[in-house]
């Protein structure tokens, strides 16, 4: 059973830059699109970007300026990357396997803030 | 980018009864390549169906979906209570990939 355990700061002051990974377990990295999704409280869910199985990242134009997604192959990690992070960027992010997406990570909760 | 519209915004059923959730799409969808998800509160989301109409693993087959053209249709045959929670569609055969707003599920 694939399982995805992600983590980074809970809190970041805005302007300053958003950093999460995400490890995968129990299967398989190579081969797959790895997704980060958003959803700020109690709203809906945002595509924040992908990265598919050449290595070649994918992004929201609404987010593109500011976002990074790359992967280790060699640790099975995913990370992101948001910069200049104001407070409109606190949500819950996910990281996810596919396009449409099979396999989720927990979440965690990124609040901008000072 | 392609907009999808979700429709209605809540929708109240009793246990047993039948539901149909809508998702409309501003252009054409590649491929049909729409997904719907179901997530309950605090918990991420959960993939019911693909490609339109193709069920994910695990997923009750009280789910199922259709397309025609641009309209998409999630309908739950027989409303089990655990199936409250917030239901999304999202298309993956465009880019930028984009979700509908949402519909509530509820039990009257």
């Known amino acids: 059973q694939v399982q995805l355990q992600q983590w980074g700061a809970g809190l970041v002051k805005p302007s300053e830059t958003l950093s999460l990974t995400c490890a995968v377990f129990g299967g398989p990295f190579r081969g797959h699109f790895w997704t980060w999704v958003r959803q700020p409280p109690g709203k809906g869910l945002e595509w924040i970007g992908e990265i598919n199985y050449d290595g070649a990242a994918n992004y929201n134009p609404s987010l593109k300026s500011r976002v990074t997604i790359s992967r280790d192959m060699s640790k099975n990690q995913l990370s992101l990357k948001l910069t200049s992070v104001t407070a409109a960027d606190t949500a819950v992010y996910y990281c996810?396997?596919?396009?449409?997406?099979?396999?989720w990570g927990q979440g965690t909760l990124v609040t901008v803030s000072s | 980018e392609n907009v999808l519209t979700q429709s209605p915004g809540t929708l109240s059923l009793s246990p047993g009864e039948r539901g149909i959730l809508s998702c409309r799409a501003s252009q054409s969808v590649s491929g049909n390549y729409l997904a719907w998800y179901q997530q309950k509160p605090g918990q991420a989301p959960r993939l019911l169906i693909y490609?339109?109409?193709s069920r994910a693993a695990g997923a009750p087959d009280r789910f199922s979906g259709s397309a025609s053209g641009t309209d998409f249709t999630l309908t739950i045959s027989r409303l089990e209570t655990e199936d409250v929670g917030v239901y999304y569609c999202q298309q993956y055969g465009n880019s930028p990939r984009t979700f509908g707003q949402g519909t509530k599920v509820e039990i009257k």
């Open positions: 490609g339109a109409s």
């Open positions: 996810a396997r596919g396009i449409a997406v099979d396999n």
